[in-house]
Each structure stands twice: as C-alpha cells, then as structure tokens.
C-alpha cells in the first residue's frame, strides 16, 4: 500500500516537474491580438474611425471599446476579414463614419500652392513633399487617401483624384452571368468546406 | 503533386534513352482546324503605315521609353531599354519617325490602353549597323551570350513571355540535364511553328545548338506533335547534316495541352515539375522553337526581335495564312494582308480557342507573344449557353491535365473562399480550358479561376501598400515623438540656466560686472571729491575761492549744533 502510494506520489511529481520545465522551455509566444487586429486594417491613418490611426482603433477593438464596423476605408471586407478573427457576427459599416467609396489620392495644385506647410503636418504617412514658402507635392504612390490634408489647406488647392485603372490594376472579373448554384454545391460546402 | 525523392540530381533516368513516352493525367483530342492552313507558305505581311509598340510585351517590369516623338528611329533600334532584372528592351521593326508615345489598346483581356511607342514608317526599312554579328559563338563567353540574348529584347514566344535570358540564367541547384525545345504546338488552329520548323529548320536547329552551347544540358529532344510530319521531316533532314547524339528529334501524340511545358516535360520524361517550382528545380529547361530561332538571329545576325510568325485564321478571315509579321503591326493590317474580313465576325481572339482571349479592337498591335490572331464567326464557335448548376459529374476532373479538382475549384473560388482556393492548388491550374470544354453545365470555369488568382494578387498588393503606410506612419510617429522629448530637453535645460547662480559660467560674468561698477563708482567717488581746476590759479581767483570755503563751514556750523 505505501509502496504503491510512494511510486505514484514520486512519479506525480517527478511528471510534474517535467511538465512545467517544458511549459517554460517551450513557451509558445503567440501573436498578441492587437497585432492581429492591426494587420487587418487598411493603414489608411485617417481617424474616420474616431481613433488615432490604425493601431489606435486596433487597440480599441482588443480591448472591447470600438465595434468592428467603424472602418470606412476597409469596407466589407475589412469587417468580414475581423469578423473572422475574434469569431464575431460581421454587420453592415456604420454610417456614422463614413461611407466606404474608391481609393483616390489627394493631389495640389502646384499654381495654388502657398506653400504653407499645413498640409505637410497633417499627413499621417509623411507622403507631402515641400518646404515653407515652396511649392507642395503629393508623392501619389505614398498617399493613402486619408483626407487629412484637405482641411488645414488656406486656399484650397488640394483635390481627391480617384486612381485610374491601369493594366497592371486590372482584375479578372467575373463570369456576367453567374453560375446558379444548386443543393448539390450545398452538400458540397458541408462537406468540404 | 510531387515529392522529395523527384528533387534528386538529374541522373540518366530523365534522359530516356529510347524514346518511351508517358502519359500527364486528362487532356483532350480536339479538332484541329490547321491543315489547310498549315499547308501555306509563311507570307511577309509588309510594313504598315504605323506600328504600335507596347512598353511592356513580357512577364515584368515594363520597359523605359529612350526616344521622343519627331526622333527617327532606324530598324533594330533600342527604343525602349529594360529597367530592372526581370524586363526586356523594345527595338523599331522598321524605320520611321516617332509620332507618339502616349497610351494606346493593346492586346489584352481588359481591353484597357498602356502606354506605347508609335512609329510612322518611312517605308525604306533602313537597318541600323549591325555590331557585333557573329559567326562563331564557341568564342563568345555564355555571359556575353546571355546579355546580347536580352539586348535583343528575347522573351518566350510560346506565349508567356517569359524574358528568355532570365530563364537561362536560372539554373536550379543541380545544373540543367535536358534542353526541351518545344514544338509541339497542341492548340487547335494555331500552325506557326509549324510552318516555321519546315521553312527555317536551319535557324531553329542553330539557335538549338547556341542554347546547348549556353546551358551544356547532357542531352536535348526536340519535340514535335505527330500531326505536322511535313514539320518533323525537316527537323529530322536538318539534323542529318549535323548529327549529333545527344540531339534528337521526338514526336509525341496529339493530345491537347501537350504543348504545356509541364506536360510536356512529363510526356518526355515521366517526371513532374514540382508544385509552384520551375522545370530547372528538376534539371529541366524548356524552350519554344520560335524562341530558338529568335536566339540565332539574335546571336548570329545580331538582329533584335522585330518581327515573328502569326496564324492568322477563324472562319472570319477571308484568305486564313501564317504571316511574318513586324512586331507592333495592327491586328487590322494582319488581317488585311490576308485578305479581309469574311461574313460576320463575332469575335476577335488573341491566341486559340481554348487559352486565347478577345480582343475589344483591330487597333490592338502584335506584340511578341501573339502567336495567333483567330477571328471567329458564331456558327464557328457560338457563344456558351446560359451556365447551369454544377452536378458534380466529375468530368472536369478526369480532364485536367495538371491533376487539379476543378470542381472544388470552382466551388471556393465562386464563393470567394480564396484561402481555401488556394489550399486545393489553384496556382498550379494553366488556365488551358480543357475543364469548361467538358463542362455540361457550361459553366466558363477558367473565368472564375483567372478572377480567383487576380484577387489573390491584388489583395497582396493591397496588403504590400498597407505595410508600407503603417510603417510609413510608425516612422512619422516615431519622429514626432523625438523632436518633442528634443524641445523638452532644450526647454529644461534653459529653466535650469534662469533659476540659479549655481553656474560656473554666470559667476565670472557677474564677477566682470561687479568689478566693472566697482571701478566706476570709486572713480566717482573720487571725482567729487577732489577740487578741480586748483593749480595756477590767479589771486583773485584764490581770494574768491578762500571766501566760498568760509562761508561753506560757516553754513555746516549751525546745522552741526
């Protein structure tokens, strides 16, 4: 009886042991969820969302003070994409922030420019290139659409110019007419899926 | 799809000495639809009045324009010279004036317009000096070889357009064992190389041998479809001349995608191309026989790409015939040449039937990937039916000749689950329709492929930019962050100075100062009391002074009291 209750007993701790050595040896470092959250988001920095920028609203978001629909730039997708990550229901974007529109980019018109430096510091991706009383530029290419500059602007001179659609932006689109599916399609995703 | 034990060194197994052939999963026999015109001897279309060269005709970076409109440029000319590793240069096909460079239709499945160089031809076809032409290319180092390949803007004329040089360069980690030269043209229509193995079979078989001079693969097969003998007998006639053994001809059965260079390769070989890998990954290089020919013109004539054979065909072409055709030549001259437009066209394809796609215009020019131009009239080729649910019949499985399931293909990508798409090998699809051909449901299967992979890029492209603004933004951050704790520090700093006379610096100056009022003030003190002006006084003024100075202690007196 002692035997049998000494062996068990030495080797409850002798697993223990083992055990909890790997649990620090092999400690997995798992992505933090606001790593996670802000991967998703478009980068767009433009404050729609009532937060600061992205990492901002991701923060929000991890710690249950902001909803998942508050990304205009991000539109269904972002929503579904974040929705799929913390195992929520997706729901339509909030109006409140805005409407979800096409990408365009801020461009100024250099014969207007004052060369103020406004716009130069609200940027959130440093994408304005001036100095004081010389002439601003947008490097399109680094823009993000954020809107941020166009109200510090005195005169104006900054437009939204929707991005053309070029070859290499091109995406295959598809089929017109779509294909109707049919319970077989269904059985399918229940199987598959 | 493969394994590791296929990874190993290339050993003689993939040489196959005797010619046994294998069979890649599915494909189809498909009419051909070539024999009359294959039996036509290539035609020279011409110069026509303009050409159109796209700045991008390849796999890569578009190339960067050297020229201005009013320029004249001279036939072979560099007009637009690469930028970067995987791009190519644009030579003029002819002489002529630069119009424009400006965007322009070019043949792609958008019908979106790119930007492009147009030439006004002068019609005297002016070559620019060769060179560097050279006979003997066993003098030329490989390297030298490999850049005159891509100065001569060489890209794979099978229809990728992959740019050939940087094929040759990737060798894959166990050198190259076997050179395929690919001409079996298994598209239904399509006869150019056809056509081009029987007239030029000099020029293939010498760009053959530079390519053998360049990768020193162990043995090389030429590989043509059996249904162009007229083609493989001149290879074979050719050959003769020159035999060599580790050079040989191979006529492969007719079976469409077999032109495909991972079919082909398993065709040849028994071996597959590993998932999402290069046919170099197992020792293999596999190269059009267009391609070869362009490489010998390129080498041993010094002449860039400016002009290659198109089928022109479809029941909508009058007089249907394999042209020589200048590079950026409109598809409406082509068809001209080959006398018009006949009955209805209902579409205008670029490629063949089963991998081509529409184009939106006649303006669009021949880039050095069009192989075929096919105008097609609605009895030819009616447009599908209505799609229907799919039934699962299986029958696109049993075809696909990459061993895909492209019912579940279909299923994910029409349902948008990319991941999953991706998960069951959409990657390795070749897009070559054999899958919608049997579908009895007529669903356009290889559309809903092609979508899936265009959102799968785009959406890493999105990704791509999205990185770049965060750490964009964090940089911006992370600047603002230290010009503040700089303000702070300059601002204590300075409180600091104003507080106390604790400082070194401070006390001397105030010493300096102090020093300064010091001797002021003794010097005043001194000039008032001390009379001025009292030496050689006359005695009036002494008596005058003596009498001030009376009354002066007779006024003190009786304050004293």
Redesign the interface.
């Known amino acids: 009886m002692l035997t049998a209750l000494l062996t068990l007993g030495t080797l409850a701790a002798l697993i223990g042991l083992i055990l909890g050595y790997a649990a620090i040896r092999f400690r997995v470092e798992s992505d933090p969820i606001v790593e996670q959250i802000?991967a998703l988001?478009?980068?767009?920095?433009c404050g729609q969302c009532s937060f600061a920028?992205?990492?901002p609203y991701a923060e929000a978001i991890a710690a249950g003070e902001a909803d998942i629909n508050q990304c205009p730039p991000g539109g269904e997708n972002t929503i579904q994409a974040l929705a799929d990550l913390l195992g929520r229901d997706p729901k339509p974007l909030n109006p409140e922030h805005g409407a979800h529109t096409e990408k365009a980019v801020a461009f100024i018109h250099e014969e207007l420019c004052i060369g103020c430096t406004l716009c130069i510091q609200a940027c959130?991706?440093?994408?304005i290139l001036g100095a004081p009383k010389q002439m601003h530029t947008v490097i399109a290419a680094?823009c993000?659409g954020c809107k941020l500059c166009l109200p510090p602007c005195p005169v104006e001179c900054i437009d939204m110019v929707p991005v053309p659609?070029?070859?290499a932006?091109?995406?295959?689109?598809?089929?017109e007419?779509d294909?109707?599916?049919?319970d077989?399609?269904k059985v399918?995703?229940g199987t598959?899926? | 799809m493969n394994t590791e034990g296929d990874l190993t060194p290339v050993s003689e197994d993939i040489i196959n000495p005797r010619d046994q052939l294998y069979r890649f999963h599915g494909g189809l026999v498909l009419p051909g639809h070539r024999d009359a015109v294959a039996a036509l001897p290539v035609k020279v279309a011409g110069i026509p009045p303009q050409l159109v060269l796209p700045l991008?005709q390849h796999i890569g970076e578009a190339a960067e324009c050297l020229v201005s409109p009013g320029e004249r440029v001279l036939k072979g000319q560099m007009i637009a010279a690469p930028r970067g590793a995987i791009s190519m240069p644009v030579h003029a096909p002819s002489s002529g004036a630069i119009l424009a460079v400006e965007d322009r239709p070019?043949p792609?499945?958008?019908g979106?317009t790119?930007p492009c160089i147009i030439i006004e031809t002068d019609g005297k076809d002016e070559w620019i000096e060769a060179s560097r032409p050279c006979a003997d290319y066993h003098q030329v180092p490989v390297d030298s070889l490999l850049q005159r390949i891509r100065d001569a803007g060489i890209v794979g004329l099978g229809g990728a357009g992959f740019p050939t040089q940087a094929k040759l360069a990737h060798r894959g980690p166990q050198g190259i064992g076997l050179l395929v030269i690919n001409g079996a043209e298994c598209e239904p229509y399509i006869c150019c190389d056809n056509r081009l193995m029987q007239e030029r079979a000099g020029e293939v078989l010498e760009g053959v041998r530079i390519l053998q001079h360049i990768l020193q693969p162990r043995h090389c097969i030429i590989a043509i479809e059996d249904h162009m003998p007229e083609a493989e007998t001149a290879m074979r006639t050719a050959l003769s001349t020159a035999a060599a053994e580790n050079l040989r001809v191979v006529r492969v059965p007719e079976i469409y995608p077999t032109g495909g260079e991972r079919q082909l390769i398993k065709v040849l070989t028994g071996r597959e191309v590993p998932s999402q890998g290069f046919p170099a990954d197992i020792g293999i290089i596999c190269q059009n026989v267009g391609t070869a020919a362009a490489v010998y013109r390129a080498i041993v004539r010094d002449q860039p790409l400016i002009s290659r054979i198109i089928t022109v065909t479809g029941a909508g072409v009058r007089e249907p015939r394999n042209l020589e055709v200048l590079i950026g030549t409109p598809f409406r001259h082509a068809i001209e040449t080959c006398g018009g437009y006949s009955g209805e066209v209902d579409r205008l394809l670029m490629g063949g039937p089963m991998m081509g796609f529409a184009v939106t215009t006649d303006e669009v020019p021949v880039i050095k990937t069009t192989n075929c131009i096919l105008a097609v009239t609605r009895d030819e080729i009616p447009p599908p039916p209505?799609?229907?649910?799919?039934?699962?019949c299986g029958k696109c499985t049993a075809v696909c000749p990459a061993d895909l399931l492209p019912?579940?293909l279909y299923?994910y990508a029409?349902?948008g689950?990319l991941d999953?798409a991706q998960d069951y090998n959409l990657f390795d699809c070749i897009e070559c329709g054999c899958c919608a051909t049997v579908c009895p449901?007529h669903?356009?299967l290889v559309?809903?492929y092609?979508?899936a992979?265009?959102?799968i890029w785009?959406q890493e492209k999105?990704k791509k930019?999205?990185?770049?603004?965060?750490h964009?933004?964090e940089?911006?951050l992370a600047r603002l962050e230290r010009a503040r704790q700089e303000r702070s520090r300059k601002l204590a700093e300075r409180k600091k100075s104003l507080s106390g006379p604790a400082d070194k610096a401070v006390d001397a100056k105030q010493a300096i100062i102090q020093a300064a009022l010091e001797r002021v003030r003794k010097k005043k003190e001194e000039a008032d009391n001390a009379p001025k002006n009292t030496d050689n006084l006359t005695p009036e003024q002494q008596r005058m002074i003596s009498e001030i100075e009376a009354r002066r202690s007779d006024k003190k007196r009786p304050t004293e009291h």
């Open positions: 802000d988001l478009p980068q767009t920095q920028g992205c990492r959130p991706v440093d994408a680094e993000t659609q070029t070859i932006s091109w995406v295959w689109p598809l089929p007419i294909t109707p599916a049919a077989a399609d399918a995703e598959h899926g | 991008k070019v792609h499945p958008s979106l790119a209505r799609p229907l649910p799919c039934i699962r019912q579940q299923w029409h349902s689950n999953a449901s669903i356009p559309q809903y092609r979508h992979k265009a959102e785009d999105q930019a999205a990185d770049i603004a965060r964009r933004h940089a911006r």
